[in-house]
């Protein structure tokens, strides 16, 4: 079992930058990929990144390219997301997620089997 708990939220205005953090207990931290998926109101949950069990491999959502990157400190049980040049379209609550390691990076929610409870991010325009 793993639990994942989200901080790092808030209101920022356009063009600001933010970092999520996602603490996970448990012993096993790094044998996990993990993610992060955002809901907008009134949408459908959105994948956003994800990051392999050793950091080797990143991948993100087109809509965060260029703009986000995801990372993990496999000896503090932690993964990061850092959200610079933010956009309005950015505001959602943000989902910490993980799954066991597996070869093939999972880009959808059923791809995964534990989720933190979100954190929510406002970007002002």
């Known amino acids: 079992q793993v639990q994942l708990v989200e901080s790092g939220g808030g209101l920022v205005q356009a063009g600001g930058s933010l970092r999520l953090s996602c603490a996970a207990s448990?012993?096993?931290?790094?044998?996990?990929?993990m993610g992060w998926f955002r809901q907008a109101p009134g949408k459908e949950r959105e994948f956003v990144a994800g990051?392999?069990?050793?950091?080797?491999?990143?991948y993100y959502g087109d809509s965060v390219k260029g703009r986000f990157t995801i990372s993990r400190d496999n000896a503090k049980n932690t993964v990061y997301l850092q959200m610079n040049s933010l956009k309005p379209e950015d505001t959602a609550v943000y989902f910490c997620?993980?799954?066991?390691?597996?070869?093939?990076?999972?880009?959808?929610?059923?791809?995964?089997?534990?989720w933190g409870q979100g954190t929510q991010v406002t970007v002002s325009s």
């Open positions: 448990g012993r096993t931290f790094s044998r996990y990929d």
């Open positions: 997620t993980a799954r066991l390691a597996r070869s093939v990076l999972g880009m959808v929610e059923n791809d995964y089997d534990y």
């Open positions: 990051i392999s069990y050793s950091g080797g491999r990143r």
